[in-house]
């Protein structure tokens, strides 16, 4: 069976381990981000998503490398976090963090949509921070709330298409839009593992096994998924 798995950020993170786990398990990995997927044999589009041109530029291209498969499996991974509160945020910086977090998987929707087959899937990436806030990073909280409405009106709009959705959410995973956020004092590791059951960050790998068991499993058509090593209630 032709297996397509098409990815947004597999440049690095958790999306390149997860184009790994995918190309391990036989599928044809089409990477869309600014740098490129260093997994053999990926094809790799120069995209920038929050270029709202991308679209009309591009969209030949990402069909051409997509081609017709049995079974395609879309993940929307590409994001990112700004650091704004409600005070001080501007309303490009939210439109920016909106394009890439939810419009472009909007856009790739509309466009791979014709192209997916029964048993092909949909997961989106969403974060903690997709049913919580915390403060200081308010674009990419309203972005990943707005995630998780995204992947429950796709489950509803593609019912009886046998397409299936989830959203996963991970926790402080060990990336360099952790690190970028975080800085590097390793007090504030210490503060954010003493939040976690397991008292470590997760691997990107992890969060990969995470959406390739989502990615192949109908049963959780429309479930928001959390995959967070265990968060320390208070
Ligand atoms: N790490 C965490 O603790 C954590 C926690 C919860 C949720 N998440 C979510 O997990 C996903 C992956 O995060 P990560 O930690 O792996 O991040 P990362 O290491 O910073 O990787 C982000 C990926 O997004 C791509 N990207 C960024 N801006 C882009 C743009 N304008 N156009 C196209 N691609 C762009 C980057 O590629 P280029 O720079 O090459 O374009 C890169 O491949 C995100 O949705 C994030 O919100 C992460």
Known sequence: MSKVLLITGASKGIGLATAKRFSNAGYTVVNLSRSPCAIDGASNLAVDL?????VADFSVQILAAVGEPEQLVVVHNAAMMTKETVRDIEAQTLRNVLELNVVAASRLNTLLLPRMEHGSSIIYISSTLG???????????VSKHAV?????????DLAGSMIHTAAICPGFTETEMLSAHLGANP??????????????????????????????????????IDANLGQIET
């Open 50 to 54: 929050t270029d709202v041109s991308w």
């Open 148 to 156: 998780i409405g995204q992947m429950r009106a796709t489950c509803q």
């Open 187 to 224: 007090d504030v590791y210490d503060q954010i593992t003493a939040t976690i059951a397991h008292r470590r960050l997760a691997q990107p790998s992890e969060i990969a096994d995470t959406i390739w068991f989502a990615s192949q499993s109908p049963v959780i058509n429309g479930a928001v």
């Open 131 to 141: 049913t919580k806030a915390v403060a200081n990073t308010h674009a990419y909280v």
